[in-house]
Each structure stands twice: as structure tokens, then as C-alpha cells.
């Protein structure tokens, strides 16, 4: 049988949403950095992405249009992160589109993982569409 501990520990979030491993500190000088997946230009991806694809559109009650729709972004962001780093990573998309009702509205996140895992949350709107793309890249072993 195996025991576990608890301890308390903290942790740093970076600027993009990650966050370092509560124990990196503790790790050898000598091991070996993981890669970070590269948010940056999965963030400039997304941003082109959503403009060229929402520009012009408006809210749709037709449900298999919009689900359609954001089907088509997450599937396209998933496919430019394997693109970015195509192994060592599992990745989850998550793709929100609303109406917009002239309703305020904030989208961010928390994480608290390893350094090497990354996250992102890109929010697009217009007159009629708010569309907010939260995407995570975790390291796999």
C-alpha cells in the first residue's frame, strides 16, 4: 500500500496562464527542461482564425449552424496545435459562441500545472457574436 502526503505548496502563474510546478524548484539543476508548447503563435493563429471566420456574421438560431461553426473552430485550432508541436502533448478546445446582447462579459482562466503545460483564451466579438477559444496543451507522459 501506498502512502501519500500532503503538503502545502505554491505556485507562480506566468503571463500566459500557465502556471510552474509547485515542487520546480526542488528539481536537480542536471534534469533535463521540458519544451513549453508555443502559445504565441497559436494565439496569432486563433485571432486570424476567428476574424476571417466570424467577420460579417450574426447570431443564428439555427442550432446546427452554430454548432457547426464551432465544430469547425475547435477542430481547426486542434489541428494548427498539433501542427506547433505535433507529440508529448494532449490537447483540449474548448469553443463558446453567444449572442451578443450588449452584456459585459469577462473570459479568463486558472491553471496550476507543470511549467511545459500551457494554456490560452482568445475572446472575439462583434455586434452580434461573442466567441471565446480556450485551449490547453498538457504535457504527456
Known amino acids: 500500500m501506498t502512502s501519500l502526503s500532503m503538503r502545502p505548496s505554491s505556485t507562480t502563474t506566468s503571463?500566459?496562464?500557465g502556471a510552474s510546478s509547485p515542487n520546480s524548484s526542488s528539481l536537480p539543476s542536471s534534469s533535463p527542461s521540458r519544451p513549453k508548447f508555443d502559445t504565441?503563435?497559436?494565439?496569432?493563429?486563433?485571432?486570424?482564425?476567428?476574424?476571417?471566420?466570424l467577420t460579417g456574421k450574426t447570431w443564428d438560431q439555427d442550432k446546427d449552424r452554430s454548432r457547426s461553426l464551432v465544430q469547425e473552430i475547435g477542430a481547426r485550432v486542434k489541428e494548427r496545435m498539433l501542427v506547433i508541436e505535433?507529440?508529448?502533448?494532449?490537447?483540449?478546445?474548448?469553443?463558446?459562441?453567444?449572442?451578443?446582447?450588449?452584456q459585459g462579459g469577462r473570459a479568463g482562466m486558472s491553471s496550476h500545472w507543470e511549467e511545459s503545460d500551457q494554456s490560452l483564451t482568445e475572446l472575439w466579438s462583434n455586434d452580434s457574436l461573442v466567441c471565446v477559444v480556450s485551449a490547453f496543451a498538457v504535457r504527456c507522459y
Open 86 to 102: 505535433p507529440t508529448g502533448f494532449k490537447f483540449i478546445v474548448i469553443v463558446n459562441l453567444n449572442e451578443n446582447l450588449g
Open 15 to 17: 503571463a500566459n496562464g
Open 40 to 53: 504565441t503563435q497559436l494565439s496569432s493563429y486563433v485571432q486570424k482564425l476567428l476574424t476571417s471566420l
